[in-house]
């Protein structure tokens, strides 16, 4: 791998984590097309989503420590914030069930590339569907136990390259009857848990990383960070004037086009 393809793929990473198109998707098809580029299992991808989830622990750097520490106090919103944080935890348990269950099945699948472009098409009939049926503006605090697990179940099946984490787990709340800002909110807090379990995981890889890549690892997730941090509040901009049906039309074509490829 080369400081050009770390910082690319860092980029492509950080644009398409929050926009919902399918980071996964677009890390697969690129690894594909980039010559000479290996990684010990999917290291390097869960380094990046480390990058982008620095980003959303920064931006919600307000919300992450009202909750963190809401258990221990009283009064004010720490009601609300007590039972988001019981909601992410609940979310995170169908996701780790499905996570670890399939984790191996999910990786095989990123080198099939009719497997990714069909996936692609999938992830946009979700976010039009989701676009043409949103009916709710349900807030935080109206957020249930069967939403949390809705969502986790939905983000442990975002796994599978394709597939949008963040635009599946907010077609799933907006299809809920919850309001576009708030199911993104959301659907960014799920996804710490997962994103941190999963680079456990892959510590046992770090190994395997020559001496002179580790600072390509680091140069991407710094990328990452970077865009990351600015795609979210491209993301909540667009959710606010309902602007689903351009990403819908994208993830339609990108899948065409890699599918034609790849058959």
Known sequence: MTLLQAL??????????????????????????????????????????????????????????????????????????????LLILVGSVPTALIGLSFKDFFEGLFDN???????????????????????????????????????????????????????????????????????ARFSFLLALPAVFGAALLSLRHFSAVPAGELPLYLAGTAMAFVSGYLSIRFLLAVIRRRRLFAFALYCWAAGALFLTISL
């Open 8 to 85: 690319f793929l860092g980029l492509l990473q950080g644009v398409t984590e929050f926009l919902p198109v399918s980071s996964s998707g677009h890390l697969a098809i690129a690894q594909h097309f980039l010559d000479g580029f290996e990684q010990p299992g999917v290291l390097f991808d869960v380094m990046l989503h480390v990058g982008t989830m620095v980003a959303v622990i920064i931006y919600f750097w307000r919300d992450i420590q009202a909750i963190a520490v809401s258990p221990f106090r009283r009064g004010g919103d720490s009601g609300v914030h007590r039972k988001m944080l």
């Open 113 to 183: 590339m009719t497997v990714v472009s069909s996936m692609l098409l999938v992830t946009g009939t979700l976010l039009f569907v989701s676009e043409r049926f949103r009916r709710g503006t349900r807030k935080q605090g109206q957020l249930t136990l069967g939403d949390a697990l809705v969502v986790g179940t939905v983000q442990g099946l975002a796994i599978i390259p394709g597939i949008s984490r963040s635009g599946s787990t907010i077609a799933a709340l907006l299809l809920k009857g919850v309001d576009g800002e708030t199911a």
